[in-house]
């Protein structure tokens, strides 16, 4: 295996560990503070953390750090912002209610349902990966454990 598939595949698995604690931490202020004021809290502070360390980058590289931001590209990352809140408030409502394994199986099952979507079509520029039975049994399966550890 390529050692940039391993470091991919390393921080991906990071990645997600750090999904899993943040989700707790977010079940925690959702049940003290609410859904909605959790899902913006946290993108405030994550903005403020982000705005220092966009600072710092700025000035060690200087102005050249910015030239990639377009029109499109700063569309394309409100999107992506906006969606984040969602996603924190829609954890924030729901792991109270199901638990946290429950909601990231949730969580996890729609993302690989939207990655196979983008993937079969190569919707982000990628070569398209064909859309085959095992990629949709891949969807069932994870769809039926997520259903299995759902609390009843």
Known sequence: MQKSILAALV???????????QSSLINVAGKSVGAILTGLFVNIF?????????????TQQGNGVFSGFHAQTRSVLLIAGLLGIFVIAGLAFSLPKIGVAAGLGMVITGQMF??????????TGADPIPLSV?????LVLLAFGTWLIVPK
């Open 134 to 138: 095992s990629r949709l049994g891949g």
């Open 11 to 21: 921080i991906a698995l990071s990645s997600g560990v750090a999904v899993g604690i």
């Open 46 to 58: 994550g903005g403020i953390a982000a705005g220092l360390i966009v600072l710092v980058i700025y």
């Open 114 to 123: 939207v990655g196979v979507i983008v993937d079969t079509f190569g919707l």
